[in-house]
Structure formats: structure tokens, C-alpha cells
T-cell receptor
Framework: DAGITQSPRHKVTETGTPVTLRCHQTENHRYMYWYRQDPGHGLRLIHY???????DKGEVSDGYSVSRSKTEDFLLTLESATSSQTSVYFC????????????FGSGTRLTVV | TQLLEQSPQFLSIQEGENLTVYCNSS?????LQWYRQEPGEGPVLLVT?????EVKKLKRLTFQFGDARKDSSLHITAAQPGDTGLYLC???????????FGTGTRLKVLA
């Protein structure tokens, strides 16, 4: 068990409010990722991190920011939530131990009303 | 832009039948991975294939990587209701550890 947890599991928020999702891992993995999953689009990369304070954008990064001040925590922030950001958000980790295959968290279902 | 296309999108079969799902691209990938996702959970890694022509078996599941490393297939023998789920293929974007995912094949196995 890779020990990756996401919180919260479910959240409903209003348009225009900031929202932060948390991903926590317990095994000192270097690489962490945030994806969103939507019907018809599959999994799309939002942001990723390759170490503490080292982050970069993915293909759908507009409206999102991330921070990684500790190895174990990777935070995803929606600066001002919009209805188009209603989605299921997954955090993932990877490293050489599993040939850089991903281990995913259980997801956060976010609804923006 | 690297893309992974999966087919079929949906598949509903009876228990005991065999099936094959496909993952295709016009780009070469250094490796491909297969995941299975159940409702309400994150995808779970099933296998990674690295060498062109490679075949890997995981119980009743057989994975093959195309010789040119542009495609992969997943064959399930004697499907069971427990095989129901969304099957995703993924490959690394060139020179990175960022993975591109296909849109998946949703499999339902009826008892």
C-alpha cells in the first residue's frame, strides 16, 4: 500500500470561492500529480511536482495552482471556483520502484454550484 | 501531440466469454501501462510493458505491446463479473514522467 490519501472525498462549493484539495503520501515519493477526470475527456493532467517547491503545469492548468512545501503534501487550489471545474480530482504518485507507474488516491468529487 | 485512442469505448459481455480491448497511437511510446478503475475509486496499475512485442500475463489477462511500440492490447480469457470496470491505457509524454491517458474502455461482465 503506497499510503496516499486525498481530502476531502466530497465537496460542494459555490462559484467564485477558493477551494483547496489535499494529497498526502507517506512513502517519500518524489513525483506527485494532480489529474481531473471528466466523461468524454478521460484523465487530464493539471499540475505535477518533481520535488519540494518544484512544480510545473500540465495540459489543463488554467484556474489552478499548486504548492508542495513538504515531500508528503501536494495541495491543489482552485483560485475562484467555476462550474467548469466540477469534476473528480485524482492525486497520483510515482517512482522508480514501480517503473514510474502511478499509484492513485481515491479521488475528490468536487461540485461547483 | 501524443494521443492514445482506446476501442471499443463500451463492451458488455456474458460471463465466460473472451474479449480484447485496444490502445492505439500514431506516436511511439517508450512504455505503456494498463489500469483498471472501479466506480468511486482511483485507477489501479495492472501492468507496464516496455519492450516492443512484449507479452505479459496476469492470471486471465494477457497484455501485448506492439512491435513498433505504438499500440497495445489487453485480452481477457473467460471474463468474470469481477473484471467489470474501466480499463485505461497510459504512456509517458516524450522524455517525461507525465503520463497521457486514453479515454478508456468501459467493460461490463454479466453473470
Amino acid at each position: 500500500d503506497a499510503g496516499i490519501t486525498q481530502s476531502p472525498r466530497h465537496k460542494v462549493t459555490e462559484t467564485g470561492t477558493p477551494v483547496t484539495l489535499r494529497c498526502h503520501q507517506t512513502e517519500n515519493h518524489r513525483y506527485m500529480y494532480w489529474y481531473r477526470q471528466d466523461p468524454g475527456h478521460g484523465l487530464r493532467l493539471i499540475h505535477y511536482s518533481y520535488g519540494v517547491k518544484d512544480t510545473d503545469k500540465g495540459e489543463v492548468s488554467d484556474g489552478y495552482s499548486v504548492s508542495r512545501s513538504k515531500t508528503e503534501d501536494f495541495l491543489l487550489t482552485l483560485e475562484s471556483a467555476t462550474s467548469s471545474q466540477t469534476s473528480v480530482y485524482f492525486c497520483a504518485i510515482s517512482d522508480l520502484r514501480n517503473n514510474y507507474g502511478y499509484t492513485f488516491g481515491s479521488g475528490t468529487r468536487l461540485t461547483v454550484v | 501531440t501524443q494521443l492514445l485512442e482506446q476501442s471499443p469505448q463500451f463492451l458488455s459481455i456474458q460471463e465466460g466469454e473472451n474479449l480484447t480491448v485496444y490502445c492505439n497511437s500514431s506516436s511511439v511510446f517508450s512504455s505503456l501501462q494498463w489500469y483498471r478503475q472501479e466506480p468511486g475509486e482511483g485507477p489501479v496499475l495492472l501492468v507496464t510493458v516496455v519492450t516492443g512485442g512484449e507479452v505479459k500475463k496476469l492470471k486471465r489477462l494477457t497484455f501485448q505491446f506492439g512491435d513498433a511500440r505504438k499500440d497495445s492490447s489487453l485480452h481477457i480469457t473467460a471474463a468474470q463479473p469481477g473484471d467489470t470496470g474501466l480499463y485505461l491505457c497510459a504512456g509517458p509524454s516524450s522524455g517525461t514522467y507525465k503520463y497521457i491517458f486514453g479515454t478508456g474502455t468501459r467493460l461490463k461482465v454479466l453473470a
